[in-house]
């Protein structure tokens, strides 16, 4: 089973940059697509950014223009760039891998994805 894990998380000021690592532990099928996901105590989940399955990127309207995500297949490692961070940024980041199709249905991502425990980013003012 494919675990992945992020990193890079941290503590910054609003208008800081932190870069988000997710690197799995073994192949990801090439029918799968992975993303960035972030989620805040009492708050449902909220898709960030993820790859579609043309290599294109998809971005949530709360990040665009301010947080890039980018794939290494070699290294089988996610990013996510995030530069001009606001509070509003702060979370509980996760990433996942998922059949293409599947990324934009949370019964979905539930039942058929592969979940990274997290990395937390607080952002303050």
């Known amino acids: 089973q494919v675990q992945l894990r992020e990193s890079g998380g941290g503590s910054v000021q609003a208008g800081d940059s932190l870069r988000l690592s997710c690197a799995a532990s073994?192949?990801?099928?090439?029918?799968?697509?992975m993303g960035w996901f972030r989620q805040v105590d009492g708050k449902g989940r909220e898709a960030v950014a993820h790859?579609?399955?043309?290599?294109?990127?998809i971005y949530a309207d709360s990040v665009k223009g301010r947080f890039t995500v980018s794939q290494d297949n070699v290294k089988m490692i996610l990013y996510l760039q995030m530069d001009r961070l606001e509070p509003e940024d702060t979370a509980l980041y996760r990433c996942?891998?998922?059949?293409?199709?599947?990324?934009?249905?949370?019964?979905?991502?539930?039942?058929?994805?592969?979940w990274g425990r997290g990395t937390q980013v607080n952002v303050s003012s």
């Open positions: 996942v891998a998922v059949y293409c199709d599947m990324m934009a249905d949370d019964y979905d991502l539930d039942v058929f994805g592969i």
């Open positions: 073994g192949t990801i099928r090439s029918d799968y697509c």
């Open positions: 790859i579609a399955n043309d290599g294109s990127a």
